[in-house]
């Protein structure tokens, strides 16, 4: 179960929870004595009071039928008293009302795990998933779930799970440049080496970063990423010079082949002749341990090109 009783992640809604040692008849409105309750019963969930949490949630619901959240920490309560039953029931209701349904639904697979009901927490877990649950962590160390461990379909729960927590490495459209990772000695010409290269994921896979390092000290960064709304792969390549003209340059990939070879174009102003400089790169992977790379400019709006650099990546060997 997520957020038995963990009072460090702030699970309760009061910042301050009120301990009222006695409830006494009052003449107050419904919600004020609801919310009296609501507070006994958080006091009580601290006080690891579990059968007095449950007994004033139960009081709070049958007040305040709105309270959704009371319904959630009344099944935190059962289960925390092993009433595995009750606390699947208070939670399928949370559920109905659409509360925190990752959380929820797989607090209601834990349930039904701890009944040994292996069919229904499969039901659950796979709506949990569905509602984008993502804690791979939790899957893999829950000891409740011990007893669905040997049962083939656990083994896609953790695939799904991942697939939520990490969406772009399932993606293919984020994959389009993972030729290129790794560590890389970088030449100019064919035997002229002049840096070295560190390209790796970040951001789960929605992002390539690629850290250059010239032999003379000069040093680079560059953030390759898809934007979504637009469709776009971006390029983003930025050095300590970044006042100079192409000290800092952004792309768009243009073009993409069929052998995975990638161009990314973008614009650089030329103040002396008051006019834009179109300026390209391309990623042509020849092999799994080479990748050939090209940087071209046009003054003439791409008429004619002309090679700035011309090298390659090879892969360090391990």
């Known amino acids: 179960m997520i957020s038995r009783f963990r009072p460090s992640l702030n699970l309760f809604l009061l910042a301050v929870v009120v301990v009222i040692s006695s409830i ?31 007994a004033a949630f139960e009081r709070v619901v049958k007040i305040d039928t709105t ?46 795990a701890q009944l040994n009901d292996k069919e229904k927490a499969f039901v659950w877990l796979a709506q949990a998933l569905e509602a984008g649950f993502n804690r791979t962590d939790i899957l893999g160390t829950d000891k409740v779930l011990d ?11 953790l695939e799904l799970a991942d697939q939520n927590a990490r969406p772009c490495e399932y993606d293919p459209v984020y994959r389009i440049l993972d030729f290129w990772l790794g560590e890389w000695d970088v030449y100019a010409n064919e035997n002229q080496k002049i840096g070295v ?19 003379d000290g000069f040093v680079g960064q560059n953030l390759f990423y ?3 709304v637009s469709g776009e792969w971006k390029m983003i390549w930025i050095t300590g010079s970044a006042i ?39 990623f042509a992977p020849v092999s799994k341990d080479r990748v050939n790379m090209i940087i071209q ?16 990546y090879q892969r360090k060997e391990k």
């Open 226 to 228: 898809f934007n979504n």
């Open 244 to 282: 100079s003209l192409g000290g800092v340059k952004e792309k768009i990939m243009t073009a993409r082949d069929d052998s995975g070879t990638v161009r990314f174009q973008g614009t650089l102003p030329d103040n002396t002749a008051g006019q834009l400089i179109l300026d390209r790169s391309t």
């Open 297 to 312: 400019q046009s003054r003439d709006g791409g008429d004619n090109w002309i090679t700035t650099f011309s090298g390659y």
């Open 24 to 54: 006494q008849p009052s003449s107050a409105q419904p919600s004020a004595t609801a919310d009296s309750l609501f507070a006994q019963a958080n006091a009580y969930l601290q006080q690891e009071k579990w059968p007095e949490a449950a």
């Open 197 to 215: 290269s560190f390209i790796r994921k970040m951001v789960n896979g929605c992002a390539i970063q690629e850290n250059f390092e010239q032999l």
């Open 67 to 112: 309270n959704t959240q009371a319904i959630f920490q009344l099944g935190q309560a059962y289960y925390l008293m092993n009433d595995f039953k009750k606390a699947a029931s208070a939670w399928e209701r949370a559920d109905a009302r659409n509360y925190r349904p990752a959380t929820t639904r797989y607090n209601i697979a834990s349930s039904y």
């Open 147 to 157: 007893t669905l461990r040997s049962d083939d379909r656990f083994a896609k729960v």
